[in-house]
């Protein structure tokens, strides 16, 4: 079975959703890549700090309690929540065939985005951080940032109330669960700790509100990205359409009651972090049916993630989620978590959501997005896959480095008879792999905001054919061709 056939007047109607779509998706992809660039720069000087201690103590600006988040908010408001924001918007558009209205609204909306995000990466620099994970910034800094998210993602709604079709993607499904998720964890966690709660209540929300952004934002897009990507490179429909609505359903039940067995042990109900542990356990079982519904959709063309680079990337970011999954409902149980909670081992583990399954999805989604928006092609594929290898390298290296310093951290924090400090000593080696790590992502982020910042200005490639990896220009309209596959 293959999907319809494209007729003249639907490609005349992709053609106009993409000319209305092209400055407002621009401007989120091109802000988000900025961003993105500024953030692994800030990854790879706070992994330098943490291995050197002494290095610019005199300079307040440059100590680790500061720069890392930095890194960290300029990484997920910056650059993952424009990025999802720009991909969200067209593919909604896409797929419910609606033309932008406003696009000037959206763009305005952007830039009272990005002043926020810039107010509170500057804020926490200056050392008005709060020290909470993610909420680090001042308390009047929220409110700009969720109404110009709601600004924003308020016109994902009547798209796909207004859409033709009654039936929906499903796609469309976790894209409409992104959009309303978002707003209620965040008006959440920032109403419970802003309004003088106890600072253990406080913590525990923060966790909540940390894990839930994963589950509940980037899961969900990265996971619409794929549904509507790989059925459309592949040229076939999703192996199962049941089990994909199956595993949205589980993951929309349970993923809200994860989060808290990062403090297991803790001054929290012991049944608080069990039930956190048995949601995230079952949260796998919707994240492996979505990887296993995505693989068995490409079983039999799998030579296809050689040429196309949006499938490369997107590939590679959906078996991340499942070894984040996996690792997530590991480190849950007490068995694994009562040693990992307070090591390394956690930065391996949001490195590994934010820009391992996350951002990889999300460049493929720009790979495939942009061409089309911009009516031209990426100039070079060696550059995508440069990005590819060195992206890949970098995580790879990141999480390994992380994961295995954290048991290693954690196994000494378990020997009641060490010195506190004994595990930090022992652990320090694995931090020189942090910053190898982010120094093959600063490369590999540089090479693809150049590449981008060159479509935005128009200086993408107007030779015919699409930018496939391992052929030259023009040489086959899509990857299928390349392979023999129809």
Known sequence: MTLPQTTPEDLNERAAIDRSARYPVMFFF??????????????????????????????????????????????????????????????????????????????????????????????????????????????????VLAISYASIVVWVIPMFQNRRNKLFYVSELYLIGAAVWFPWIFFTANLVINKGSAPVMGAGTNAWYLSNLIYFWMAPVAIAVAYYIIPKISGRPIYSYP????????????????????????????????????????????????????????????????????????????????????????????????????????????????????????????YFIVPRVTGAEWPSATGIRTHFWFSTYGIVTMVVTMLVGGIAQGGNLAQWDQIFSASFVNASAYVVGRAIAWFLITLSNFIFLYQLALMFLGKGRKSEGPTLLHTEPGEAANAREVVGIH
């Open 243 to 366: 089990l994909a609505q199956a595993s949205f359903w589980l993951l929309a039940v349970l993923a809200g009651w994860t989060g808290f067995s990062r403090y297991m042990g803790g001054p929290f109900p012991a049944w608080m972090s069990a039930v956190s542990g048995a949601a995230a356990i079952f949260s796998l079982l919707a994240i492996l049916a979505t990887v296993v519904n995505l693989m068995l959709t490409l079983r039999g063309c799998t030579k296809l993630w050689e040429y196309s680079p949006s499938l490369r990337f997107t590939m590679l970011g959906m078996l991340m989620l499942a070894v984040w999954a996996l690792l997530s409902a590991t480190s849950s149980t007490f068995v694994f978590g009562k040693n990992l909670q307070f090591s390394h081992f956690l930065v391996g583990m949001d490195t590994l959501a934010y820009y391992g399954f996350f951002s990889m999805t999300m460049f493929g989604a720009i």
């Open 30 to 143: 091109t802000s988000a890549a900025a961003w993105l660039f500024f953030a692994t720069v800030m990854g790879l000087v706070s992994s330098i700090k943490l291995r050197v201690p002494g290095l610019w103590d005199a300079c307040p600006f440059l100590g680790y309690g500061r720069l890392f988040p930095v890194h960290c908010n300029a990484l997920v408001y910056g650059w993952a929540m424009q990025a999802g924001i720009g991909v969200m918007l067209w593919l909604m558009a896409r797929l419910t065939r609606s033309r932008f209205e406003h696009p000037v609204a959206l763009i305005v909306c952007g830039h009272i985005w990005n002043a926020g995000v810039a107010l509170a990466v500057f804020s926490i620099w200056v050392g008005a951080g709060r020290s909470i994970p993610l909420l680090d910034f001042p308390a009047w800094i929220w409110p």
